[in-house]
């Protein structure tokens, strides 16, 4: 069946449509990962997003029920250049397209996807449309201004507590949509995790007496969880806090920092980003469109990862107390692995070991 691709801009692609057939309307963003798809289509944090990949060949190993970083996808839509209707993989249980069925997600393929994001790395990301009907350009543009993402947290985060048992560190973590692989991250270090909703208060947080609370990415814009920002400053000083994109943009407001729209965000498995704690250059998982400002925050804070693409900041951490974030993935899924030394440090950091505990520039 045919299907269109609109953009904000007034430019459209034609294409066939997989999936569910139907309509979906979000905010187009890039993923440049080569493999990965089915962590993508079920990362939180793309809520209200239509996701294009890069890679041409997309579906190929299929879907497994394992390699899942939440329950049901979470993209409002996906663009393929060409889907693979064929998959093969010893853990491939069903195929793409019927996975998308199952879960109305709508998607397009047949979309020259280099052009489009091109098109996206030029003009910066926007809004649109993949339908399979022919919609009048008035209510195009209607259905346009009347998009809004500003409640995609509420949408994703867990509505009640939850404890996963543990014998190790009691890690508080706030789930403001968060990533299966967060949670195995913690649970293969033998912590004890209690889980909140994003919205439950410091006292509700505090009353468990964590060892130290995890601030947990999540979609959206920053800016538009101000209550949010408010309970953070109140646990702030009280146990160590680690954040990981939209908790370290959360985080970086509250210490009084200020965050910003890049054009077209960071999403992919290989973006460089230097720990300036050790000098090292590692090969990051990032997903987020929005940035902490250079020079916006206070003078106890010290940018501690740096962007080596862009120069944008990756990472920072107090001087004095034991509080440090990262913008891209330690978790990974997809992507590389090898940043999960930030969970051990977060770890030593509840053990007190103060080496972890801010650089001194
Ligand atoms: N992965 C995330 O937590 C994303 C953070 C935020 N929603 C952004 O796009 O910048």
Not at 340 to 354: H, Q, W
């Amino acid at each position: 069946m045919k299907a269109t691709l609109i953009l904000e801009n007034g430019m459209t692609f034609q294409g066939k449509a997989f999936g569910h057939l139907d309509e979906a309307l979000g905010e187009v963003v890039f993923n440049t990962g080569m493999t990965g798809y089915q962590e993508i289509l079920t990362d939180p944090s793309y809520t209200g997003q239509i996701v294009t990949m890069t890679y041409p060949l997309i579906g190929n190993y299929g879907i497994n029920l394992e390699d899942i970083e939440s329950a049901t996808p979470k993209v409002k839509g996906f663009i393929v250049r060409e889907r693979a209707v064929k998959p093969n993989h010893w853990r491939c249980e069903m195929d793409i397209d019927g996975y998308l069925k199952q879960h109305h997600i709508m998607a397009i393929e047949g979309i020259d996807t280099r052009a489009l994001t091109k098109i996206i790395r030029t003009q910066g990301t926007m809004k649109g449309i993949i339908t399979i009907a022919e919609i009048r350009e008035e209510v195009i543009r209607k259905r346009f201004d009347d998009f809004q993402n500003n409640d995609a947290v509420k949408k994703v985060t867990t509505k009640e507590v939850y404890e996963i048992g543990g014998v190790g560190k009691h890690i508080a973590v706030i789930d403001y949509g968060i990533k299966g692989n967060i949670i195995r991250s913690l649970k293969n270090r033998n912590c004890r995790i209690t889980v909140f909703p994003a919205y439950s208060t410091a006292m509700e947080i505090l009353k468990i007496n964590p060892d130290g609370i995890l601030l947990s990415n999540g979609p959206g814009d920053p800016k538009d969880l101000p209550e949010i920002t408010e309970t953070i400053k109140e646990l702030l000083n009280k146990k160590p806090v680690f954040g990981i994109c939209l908790g370290h943009q959360l985080l970086s407001l509250a210490l009084g920092g200020d965050t910003e729209k890049l054009k077209f965000g960071h999403r992919g498995c290989n973006h460089p980003v230097k720990d300036l704690n050790n000098n090292r250059v590692y090969i990051t998982s990032q997903n987020h469109g929005y940035v902490v400002k250079h020079n916006s925050l206070p003078t106890d804070i010290v940018v501690s990862h740096i962007n080596l693409n862009d120069n944008s900041i990756e990472g920072i951490q107090h001087k004095e107390l034991p509080i440090f974030s990262v913008q891209f993935h330690p978790e990974a899924s997809p992507g590389p692995k090898e940043n999960d030394y930030l969970f051990d440090r977060f770890i030593k950091m509840m053990e007190g070991d103060k080496q972890c505990q801010g650089i001194t520039a």
